[in-house]
């Protein structure tokens, strides 16, 4: 017998959650998972959840309390707590090559007076000056600038001019190729977006920054006109954040005052543009900002 949804669920919220899930069934059934695998995950998501937002004042939550919290059979808590796997690790590419960009992006150095990327010489061409190798190596020291660029070239994300300098083909790091990088992003990226979303949705104190401008009956020129203003306006905004983040990050590490780093957070700032459809399953046309 199927199960039903308690009738204390508001409506409105279940019509977001089949809403907000549409991509992400899309992106399922194009990949070859269907609804058995994608239960087991779920299952798992669940008891993790159960077990690290519903704390019960210090006590071990037992497989009773979480089975009751989330429906989840207790058999399969038992096995799913055991197997438990969470590991949501970066790729290689992208765990040193975010910081090297952050830090392309973030200086003054290596941008011009908009601040779009410089191309950068593999080796300075005077002492003390800005160049790629110079650049990785303020990262880390334990991996080879070539390495860096041969996997940046390989992936889209640079190129190599005439001069053979170095060139960063996008102001953001968005690899042309590379699924476990994409999905890297698509996990970290939709993930703090609906945080957000939730944290404000459930009254979590001070809410936090959620906006969005939408507007339907759109002709493809005017479409276009407004994606290309928002992404140059938007990559603005990202570069200012990027330039700011990074002061107060050495800042924040040369600090004296270690006790003040010892509840160290991490912020996550983006921007999205989504054109398509007028509608999506009836839904009505809506005007606004949000």
């Known amino acids: 017998m199927a199960e039903s949804i308690p009738p204390?669920?508001?409506?409105?919220?279940?019509?977001?959650?089949?809403?907000?899930?549409?991509?992400?069934i899309k992106l399922l059934v194009a990949k070859g998972i269907g609804l058995p695998a994608l239960i087991e995950v779920l299952k798992g998501i669940y008891i993790s959840v159960a077990q690290e937002e519903f704390p019960t004042n210090g006590r071990r939550t037992t497989d009773s309390r979480i089975s009751l919290?989330?429906?989840?059979?207790?058999?399969?808590?038992?096995?799913?707590?055991?197997?438990?796997?969470?590991s949501f690790v970066a790729p290689r590419s992208i765990g040193i090559g975010a910081m090297v960009i952050g830090r392309w992006l973030g200086s003054a150095r290596t941008t011009d007076l908009q601040g779009a990327p410089l191309p950068l010489p593999r080796h300075a061409d005077q002492p003390g000056g800005p160049s790629f190798d110079a650049l990785v190596e303020s990262v880390s020291t334990d991996v080879r600038p070539r390495a860096v660029l041969d996997e940046w070239l390989a992936l889209g994300i640079a190129r190599?001019?005439?001069?053979?300098?170095?060139?960063?083909?996008?102001?953001?790091f968005v690899p042309e190729k590379g699924l476990d990088e994409k999905a890297f992003y698509l996990g970290r990226n939709v993930h703090d977006h609906l945080a957000a979303s939730v944290h404000n949705v459930l009254g979590g104190g001070n809410p936090m920054l959620e906006r969005s401008v939408h507007y339907s009956g759109l002709t493809d020129e005017s479409v276009k006109t407004i994606a290309e203003t928002a992404e140059r306006l938007g990559m603005q905004a990202l570069l200012s954040i990027n330039r700011l983040a990074l002061e107060l990050a050495d800042k924040d590490k040369s600090t004296t005052d270690k006790s003040s780093l010892a509840g160290a957070k991490r912020v996550n700032f983006g921007l999205y543009l989504f054109h398509g459809a007028a509608t999506l399953n009836g839904e009505a046309k809506d005007d606004s900002a949000k």
């Open 160 to 172: 190599l001019d005439e001069k053979g300098r170095v060139v960063l083909n996008r102001a953001a």
């Open 8 to 24: 204390s669920v508001p409506k409105a919220l279940i019509s977001a959650l089949k809403r907000m899930f549409r991509p992400i």
């Open 69 to 86: 919290l989330t429906g989840v059979h207790r058999k399969d808590v038992k096995r799913l707590r055991e197997d438990a796997d969470e």
